[in-house]
């Protein structure tokens, strides 16, 4: 089973900066994918960044620029650095952390989602 633990939301003024967290733990054998989505109220979940083992990155075009996405393969952990923040990235950020078990099985996992407030 693997647990995906997303940390580092909060309220924070528009232009502002923050950085979240998404570590993930358990029977891990290779992790091939994290990604960060934006839920945000009213709307579907939508994939802002994601990258894989190889150090690929992809980023939704409204946040190009803006945010950045690293992962540490030691710790399988993924960070999302979000710079110049504007009030329509408010939403719950989840983590999606995909790959295979020592079972070995194919697993894709969620975490429980933080939230990032943007005033104006």
């Known amino acids: 089973q693997v647990q995906v633990v997303e940390s580092g939301g909060g309220l924070v003024q528009a232009g502002g900066s923050l950085r979240l967290s998404c570590a993930a733990s358990?029977?891990?054998?290779?992790?091939?994918?994290m990604g960060w989505y934006l839920q945000a109220p009213g709307k579907q979940r939508d994939m802002v960044a994601d990258?894989?083992?190889?150090?690929?990155?992809n980023y939704a075009d409204s946040v190009k620029g803006r945010f950045t996405i690293s992962r540490d393969n030691a710790k399988n952990t993924v960070y999302l650095q979000m710079n110049n923040l504007k009030p329509e990235d408010t939403g719950v950020y989840y983590c999606?952390?995909?790959?295979?078990?020592?079972?070995?099985?194919?697993?894709?996992?969620w975490g429980q989602g933080t939230q990032v407030t943007v005033s104006s």
């Open positions: 999606n952390a995909r790959g295979l078990t020592t079972g070995p099985a194919g697993f894709g996992s």
């Open positions: 358990g029977s891990i054998m290779r992790l091939s994918y």
């Open positions: 990258i894989n083992i190889g150090g690929m990155t």
